[in-house]
């Protein structure tokens, strides 16, 4: 088996006001497992990468039903330490027609929020990976994490691993303790080589300026800067979404190559959402299984976006769908019942 991608982050809990209701409208939740790092993880491995989780769970049967899960959709998780402590959670409502989605968060004091940086071993957690991929999410839970994510990143670079982060941008949590995201995020971009980010996240790290720009425009300006500021960097990639509201909206690509190239993938009209949350998990998913598969750019971005949209139909954070389902999609081999 190939080298395995590593992702690193926090696996927590969503529980989830059913069918539309506001949270609490009736006394019942329903429970996912899920996490930025470890929906990516989920991803790859349903599209036949070989990968492995990296953090830290908390002991007890939280714990082990999180990490059950990954196990069941292909994800290895023995570099996940254990520890006492509690799980981190979060209440999510899904709105409708003009009502949007809500997110309350409950993460602080976390088993992996508390860990010092020093618990993590990096050059053992790093051996024998191809890339280790994070996002903007740990670093905004504390000081702490976000030390945590720098050193991970700066490790996998210098054992020679391919670095790729997310920004994602989580505006509470960063509010929680005013961390300074701009400072703490950019020597995490500086490792990348594949870069999941927009415009804003752009202008908030390197403080340019992009208003009145198309988003085409203010994507492709944003990463003239992105491969000015990180000479690391090697694929700048990020959705592009429209709201028409909660259950229809379009959703559409772009990435931009060092070597000046700007790739879109068409949009599609997602009509009857289902469930948005981790659609940018499926689409980086995507685009690194694109990657590591040595796809031409185009396909690569088009197969990213196919990942991202496929995701809209499934509940929960986590992607489930095959390499196969993800082509049939790109196919339009259309929805009538399969027999």
């Not at 329903?30 to 990296?54: P, S, T």
């Amino acid at each position: 088996m190939s080298a395995p991608i590593l992702c690193f982050g926090e696996l927590l809990l969503r529980l989830s006001a059913p069918d539309h209701e506001r949270l609490l409208q009736s006394p019942r939740l329903d429970v996912h497992v899920g996490g930025a790092e470890a929906n990516v993880a989920a991803g790859l491995a349903q599209l036949g990468q070989a990968v492995e989780m990296l953090g830290l769970v908390p002991e007890g049967a939280l714990g082990d039903a999180a990490l059950g899960e990954l196990r069941r959709l292909g994800v290895g998780t023995s570099r996940v330490l254990r520890e006492p402590g509690r799980m981190g959670l979060y209440f999510f409502e899904q709105g409708a027609i003009r009502r949007p989605s809500e997110v309350v968060y409950d993460r602080a004091g976390s088993a992996f929020a508390q860990a010092p940086a020093a618990r993590f071993d990096w050059p053992a957690l790093l051996q024998g990976g191809s890339r280790l991929h994070l996002s903007g999410v740990t670093p905004a839970l504390g000081l702490e994490s976000a030390r945590t994510a720098i050193a991970a990143a700066r490790a996998a670079r210098a054992a020679g691993l391919r670095v790729s982060f997310d920004g994602n941008f989580r505006g509470k949590l960063w509010q929680a303790w005013g961390g300074d995201a701009a400072v703490l995020l950019r020597p995490l971009m500086a490792e990348a080589d594949v870069l999941f980010a927009n415009h804003r996240d752009i202008a908030l790290v390197l403080g340019e300026r992009f208003e009145g720009l198309s988003p085409t425009r203010a994507f492709a300006a944003a990463a003239e800067a992105a491969f000015t500021a990180f000479p690391q960097l090697q694929h700048f990639a990020a959705t592009l979404r429209l709201s028409e509201g909660v259950e229809q909206q379009q959703l559409g690509a772009l990435m931009a190559l060092r070597d000046g190239q700007l790739i879109e993938a068409p949009a599609y009209t997602l009509a009857g959402i289902v469930d948005r949350i981790g659609g940018g998990d499926a689409f980086a998913a995507g685009l690194l299984h694109g990657l590591h598969s040595d796809y031409p750019p185009q396909q690569c971005l088009q197969f990213a976006l196919a990942a991202g949209c496929y995701k809209h139909t499934v509940p929960g954070d986590m992607n489930r769908c095959s390499l196969a389902d993800v082509e049939g999609w790109m196919a339009a081999e259309g929805a009538d019942v399969r027999r």
